[in-house]
């Protein structure tokens, strides 16, 4: 399998995110459903309990459990594909960068560990940022979904 991820430029400078990752020879994907950081006896029939933590706990939770269910799967954080970043308000200049749920610190600070390549000043999987006025729980503040190649 080869993943080539092709870096995103405007002008000479390099910006945060691939243009696109070019996948040939993969024996299929996988596509994870939306992961959020919730407490262990969460209930959402209940609409009990909710999320861990502030929103550093929040997002350092949710790539622990995405790096772990894709190397369940047969994947891993090497061969990710493409990233949804869904981060709720406030957005004070108005922008979803802004808010102080969006946490890129934290992002590159995992993968600077786990997989650097995936740095957001290195060469990460292309990615978008929306923003949303709420998740599942009101103290969810971020969601992440991911594509992976399962490698042949």
Known sequence: MNLTTHKK????????WGKGTVVSGAK??????GNTATVDNYDP???????????ATQWREILATIKSDLEELGSSLDHLVKVTFYVKGPFPSGGVLSSPNFRLDVLDEFF?????????????????????????????????????ALPD
């Open 112 to 148: 600077a560990e786990h997989c650097p390549k995936h740095c957001s000043y290195n060469n990460p999987p292309p990615s978008e940022v929306i923003g949303v006025a709420a998740l599942a729980q009101p103290d969810l503040v971020v969601e992440l979904v991911v594509i992976a």
């Open 28 to 33: 299929g994907y996988v596509f994870l459903s």
């Open 45 to 55: 029939s209940k609409h009990q309990d909710g999320a861990v933590g502030d929103a």
């Open 9 to 16: 430029f405007k002008g000479d400078r390099l910006m945060p």
